[in-house]
């Protein structure tokens, strides 16, 4: 196999130069539509701008206030661009780049890279396979904010230069399929890009480890509303490689390096000094840990002064670090990286699938698939300074949440839920989702808010809507997402 080699670290300067310019733009070009789009160029040189442009850039710019939709932080600092999301404004700026970034960045570049490499190097299949396991990821991305969007028409510029918008469920229902198409070209040893995947550095397997856990979740979400029409799916699914283990997960690094350095870290050094008082822990994720004792807590916070840990009420906006705890400032560090699928995430969800039946194994497989979700999860910061100790893990594995042999199933599948949305701490759009499919645990009330109630959803760019007369109407932010039951 020949690898596709590129520098690291030339990568991350230059793609960290661009965002840094370009990630607050105003206006958007339509989505079938890129006159910057590469026409002729290496596939290795496209994967980091598609990565860090047009997937982690929003991920970490754009989507953070996400942390408050799923009640895992609350905002510290009463500035507009902290409060609004918070209490139900979403500005026209931040739903136009994280579509342009995912159709236009991220999308029409990944449709080049597959064409650039049917062109000039037909045989190396694993390129095309990992072009399109990141085209499953990004379409994820999108319907997870904005519920319907183009998928079956989209980044086809000559058929359809104003895409249809295909329903949720079409989409959900969809990417398993643009899945088993990676695997196809995963499936056997060709070039890969290498030193431009700055996820995996060109390991194949992880590639189809991680093919296989978008599957997962995608077929999950719709098994939250119609679990007989994927449970054949799920089943043959379960027995094949998926991202279970931490060192297997999908993550792109950040480095501690100027310029390549995580943004949320970048704006607490640019604003605040470097004292991390902009995001407190949300009452309702930090009132769930103190039930429960979990040793999460200073993993993921900072005590206070006079001990214990407290959640600030949603929509507060109290800077008041005496009374409420802020996110660790070994949290929210130069490294920090963006974790597009962890093994918690992927234990969890199979957790829940054996215990409803979708899989075999029953509740004692459940079981297992939640210990191994919890054991993930307390390891996420091993060997970091904020390591869960070995005596706290055996502790918490000890008590009643290690475990779910023996509960109903109504308190079993309470529990996966509960650690699952735990264990996507730090994951903004990924605990929004698993909040609004869940309603576990139930919402708090938002101080201040404009909305009658949580937000689910994410208005697509008034400039779509004007732009794209097949765009649908604007639904209220408060609509339910397909998924949700």
């Not at 500035?79 to 159709?103: A, S």
């Not at 570049?109 to 095309?128: C, F, G, K, Y």
């Not at 996420?380 to 502790?395: C, F, H, I, M, S």
């Amino acid at each position: 196999m020949k690898n596709i080699l590129i520098n690291k670290i030339s990568i991350l300067f230059v793609v960290m130069s661009a965002i840094l310019f370009t990630g607050c733009e105003d206006s958007i070009e339509g989505i079938n539509t890129d006159p910057l789009a590469a026409l002729e160029i290496d596939p290795a040189l496209l994967m980091p701008e598609i990565l860090l442009g047009g997937i982690t850039a929003n991920r970490t710019v754009e989507q953070f206030q996400m942390s408050t939709h799923s009640q895992q932080w609350s905002f510290s600092a009463n500035f507009g661009v902290f409060r609004n999301p918070e209490r139900g404004t979403i500005g026209p700026n931040t739903v136009n780049n994280i579509w342009v970034g995912n159709y236009t960045t991220a999308l029409r570049n990944l449709s080049q890279m597959r064409i650039l490499t049917e062109r000039n190097n037909p045989t190396a299949r694993n390129v095309i396979g990992q072009a399109k396991v990141l085209e499953a990821f990004v379409y994820m991305n999108l319907t997870q904010v904005f519920g319907d969007i183009p998928f079956s028409e989209a980044i086809q510029v000559d058929e359809f230069p104003n895409p249809n918008f295909d329903s949720q469920e079409d989409v959900l229902r969809g990417i398993p399929g643009l899945i088993d198409e990676a695997l196809v070209e995963l499936a056997t040893d060709t070039d890969i890009v290498d030193g431009g995947d700055l996820v995996f550095g060109g390991n194949r397997e992880n590639w189809i480890r991680f093919g296989n856990s978008i599957k997962l979740k995608a077929l999950m979400l719709i098994a939250n509303v119609d679990p007989a029409s994927v449970s054949a799916d799920l089943q043959a699914l379960s027995t094949q490689p998926m991202i279970t283990a931490n060192s297997q997960e999908a993550k792109l690094d950040y480095l501690d390096a100027a310029g390549n350095q995580n943004p949320i870290f970048t704006l607490i050094v640019q604003f605040a000094g470097g004292n991390q008082n902009f995001y407190s822990g949300g009452s309702t994720l930090v009132t769930l840990m103190n039930n429960n004792n979990d040793p999460r807590r200073s993993a993921y916070f900072n005590e206070l002064d006079g001990g214990g840990f407290a959640g600030q009420p949603q929509g507060s906006l109290i800077l008041d670090t005496a009374q409420f705890s802020q996110v660790s400032d070994d949290v929210i560090i130069a490294t920090l990286p963006d974790r597009y699928a962890t093994a918690p995430e992927t234990n969890f969800y199979l957790a829940e699938a054996a215990l409803l039946g979708f899989i075999s194994g029953g509740q004692a497989a459940a079981d297992t698939f939640y210990q191994a979700g919890i054991m993930t999860s307390l390891g996420r910061y091993d060997g970091l300074v904020n390591e869960v100790p070995a005596a706290d893990k055996a502790t918490y594995m000890a008590s009643a949440r290690g475990s779910i042999a023996g509960d109903s199933q109504a308190d079993a599948l309470r529990k996966i839920h509960e650690e699952h949305y735990v264990a996507d701490f730090m994951r903004h759009a990924e605990s929004w989702t698993t909040i609004r499919r869940n309603q576990v645990p139930a919402y708090e009330p938002i101080t201040g808010t404009v909305l009658t109630g949580n937000i689910n959803r994410y208005q697509i760019p008034l400039s779509e809507v004007t732009s794209n007369p097949n765009a649908p109407g604007v639904e209220a932010l408060t609509t339910p997402m397909f998924f949700q039951n």
